[in-house]
């Protein structure tokens, strides 16, 4: 779940920092605490979005997320290689992580999800932890998508969610039926 970066700067020990980064798909809002990624927001993204008011700005802290956030949407990188935290319940934990292991350009049902986290029945509930993933496109639940293929939801809205997913060329696992 996390990887090894190089420790945060001594000045954002114990504070969240934030900064924002253009992208594609509108601009990203980016949290870390402690070295470790902890937020990527998009604009008006539903349940999670903006700015916390005890977040402090420091463009400076970011370098390596923006580069590789860059990379990714320049069609150079498929994977991220970046340290998180995440924070949640344990069943949301569960589905964070495993939407880690969904293959760039692949997408798989809720349903598979709600196998994959050990819970066949909790389709619903995979679907709301999905929704309030705290690191969008780099943990990638645009790659969930409907059991009849359809979009589905997306907590960045449908239109960030189609246009990911044709990024990664996943034209074929989904239908346009959103």
């Given at each position: 779940?996390?990887?090894?970066?190089?420790?945060a700067?001594?000045?954002?020990?114990?504070?969240?920092?934030?900064?924002?980064?253009?992208?594609?798909?509108?601009?990203?809002t980016?949290?870390?605490?402690?070295?470790?990624?902890?937020?990527?927001?998009?604009?008006?993204?539903?349940?999670?979005?903006?700015?916390?008011?005890?977040?402090?700005?420091?463009?400076?802290?970011?370098?390596?997320?923006?580069?590789?956030?860059?990379?990714?949407?320049?069609?150079?990188?498929?994977?991220?290689?970046?340290?998180?935290?995440?924070?949640?319940?344990?069943?949301?934990?569960?589905?964070w992580?495993?939407?880690?292991?969904?293959?760039?350009?692949?997408?798989?049902?809720?349903?598979?999800?709600?196998?994959?986290?050990?819970?066949?029945?909790?389709?619903?509930?995979?679907?709301?932890?999905?929704g309030?993933?705290?690191?969008?496109?780099?943990?990638?639940?645009?790659?969930?998508?409907?059991?009849?293929?359809?979009?589905?939801g997306?907590?960045?809205?449908?239109?960030?969610?189609?246009?990911?997913?044709?990024?990664?060329?996943?034209?074929?696992?989904?239908?346009?039926?959103?």
């Amino acid at each position: 779940m996390t990887t090894t970066t190089a420790p945060a700067p001594i000045r954002t020990r114990g504070h969240t920092i934030t900064t924002t980064v253009p992208s594609p798909i509108g601009p990203l809002t980016l949290a870390r605490r402690d070295g470790d990624l902890v937020a990527v927001r998009m604009e008006d993204q539903r349940h999670l979005s903006g700015v916390e008011p005890d977040w402090v700005r420091d463009d400076d802290g970011f370098g390596d997320v923006a580069e590789q956030l860059r990379a990714y949407f320049a069609g150079e990188r498929t994977t991220f290689d970046l340290a998180t935290r995440i924070e949640g319940t344990p069943f949301q934990a569960d589905v964070w992580e495993a939407l880690r292991d969904i293959p760039f350009g692949q997408t798989i049902s809720y349903a598979e999800l709600a196998c994959r986290v050990g819970r066949p029945a909790a389709v619903r509930a995979v679907g709301q932890a999905n929704g309030r993933n705290p690191l969008a496109v780099v943990i990638p639940c645009h790659r969930v998508v409907a059991a009849d293929g359809s979009l589905g939801g997306y907590g960045g809205g449908l239109d960030r969610k189609r246009w990911l997913l044709d990024h990664e060329g996943a034209h074929d696992t989904w239908s346009d039926r959103a």
